[in-house]
């Protein structure tokens, strides 16, 4: 079975920091990940996902994620912390049928002045 | 990016009765649409994939005559919560499903459901 296990529940950065937000999965096959963000009472945002090809991906508002296959990692990172991103970050994987995402728990992002 | 509205964003309701939410697609049209339950502090839980025009797949542990979902038309899905009870109270997300050169899955504001 699929899983996916983000270690820091809460993370608090100073603006203008960088930042790095964790994500392990297991998968049987070649996964497909994703990073969404959540702010308080909204729905998700996909921040960005990997599918193939480069390692390195870069997605909206800055952020980045490196897919590294022998750590079965998937971090996330955004080298200046802006306070506007502060949320809740979601690690997911799957196939390439969003029916098949599982997500994380969740990495609650506060940013301090 | 493609916009999916989920209403209502916030319902409170008397144990016993029924309630229903709806998810819209509103600038594409979506054959599949996803449910998720979301416990305070805890992940996204899929429900059930919705299908246009064919019954909803539900996952393991989902009650389908509690959760019941309807997908009548490409850029509608709605999901009622029969005779809610107390546990029944989260937040229910949907998302759509855009296929093309770039499938992708955008998800509604969700919706706190809160039975009393």
């Known amino acids: 079975a699929q899983s996916v296990t983000q270690p820091d529940i809460h993370i608090t950065v100073s603006e203008g920091a960088s930042l790095e937000l964790r994500c392990n999965y297991s998968?049987?096959?070649?996964?497909?990940l994703f990073w969404y963000v959540q702010s308080p009472g909204q729905g998700l945002q996909l921040l960005l996902k990997y599918f193939s090809g480069d390692t390195l991906v870069q997605g909206i508002k800055g952020f980045e994620a490196e897919f590294k296959r022998s750590q079965s990692s998937f971090n996330l990172r955004k080298p200046s912390v802006h306070w506007s991103d502060a949320a809740e970050y979601f690690c997911?994987?799957?196939?390439?049928?969003?029916?098949?995402?599982?997500f994380g728990k969740g990495t609650m992002l506060l940013v301090s002045p | 990016g493609a916009v999916v509205s989920q209403h209502p964003s916030r319902v409170i309701c008397k144990s016993g009765t029924s309630v229903k939410i709806e998810c819209r697609s509103l600038?594409?049209?979506?054959?599949?649409m996803f449910w998720y339950r979301q416990f305070p502090k805890q992940s996204l839980m899929l429900m059930a994939t919705?299908?246009?025009?064919?019954?909803?797949?539900?996952e393991q542990g989902v009650e389908k005559d509690k959760f019941l979902i309807n997908h009548a038309s490409l850029t509608l899905s709605t999901l009622t919560v029969t005779s809610a009870h107390p546990e029944d109270s989260s937040f229910y997300i949907c998302s759509a499903e855009r296929t093309g050169l770039d499938t992708e899955a955008f998800f509604g504001q969700g919706t706190r459901l809160t039975v009393v």
């Open positions: 919705s299908n246009e025009g064919s019954k909803a797949t539900y």
């Open positions: 997911a994987v799957g196939a390439r049928g969003y029916s098949t995402l599982t």
């Open positions: 998968y049987g096959a070649t996964p497909y």
């Open positions: 600038d594409f049209q979506a054959t599949t």
